[in-house]
């Protein structure tokens, strides 16, 4: 069970590995001098691509595994499929995060207190 995982996360981390710095720079770095609105919709933008993108890339490299390989994923296996790309595409989007972070000192609610 054990090389199991370490196939699954190999695969996944080399891909994701691969996709991450492409959408990451899609949208581009952060320009503080682009409206709030913009800056909220790449982000917006963003977290739909990822969201797709993890979607697609999870139920497709279960079928190949499945196909190709013969490989089912059991219960545990499947738990860390589901978090593993998850959290390496947010962690991998350095773009995103500075966006992130300056909206958050941007926010209206942030300048009442």
């Known amino acids: 069970m054990i090389h199991r995982l370490v196939f699954f996360s190999f695969i ?4 994701l590995l691969q996709l991450s710095p492409i959408i990451d720079h899609l949208l581009g770095e952060l320009d503080e001098t682009k409206s709030n609105i913009n800056i909220l919709l790449e ?27 013969n490989i089912t994923m059991r219960e545990k296996s499947e738990i860390l499929m589901d978090f593993l790309p998850a959290i390496l595409l947010i962690g991998l989007q ?7 972070e300056y909206i958050t000192y941007e926010h209206p609610f942030r300048k009442l207190f």
């Open 43 to 69: 982000i917006i933008f963003q977290i739909i691509i990822i969201v797709i993108t993890w979607f697609y890339l999870h139920t497709g490299l279960k079928h190949i595994l499945k196909t190709r390989f």
């Open 94 to 100: 350095r773009n995103l995060m500075l966006k992130l």
């Open 12 to 15: 996944y981390i080399i891909i």
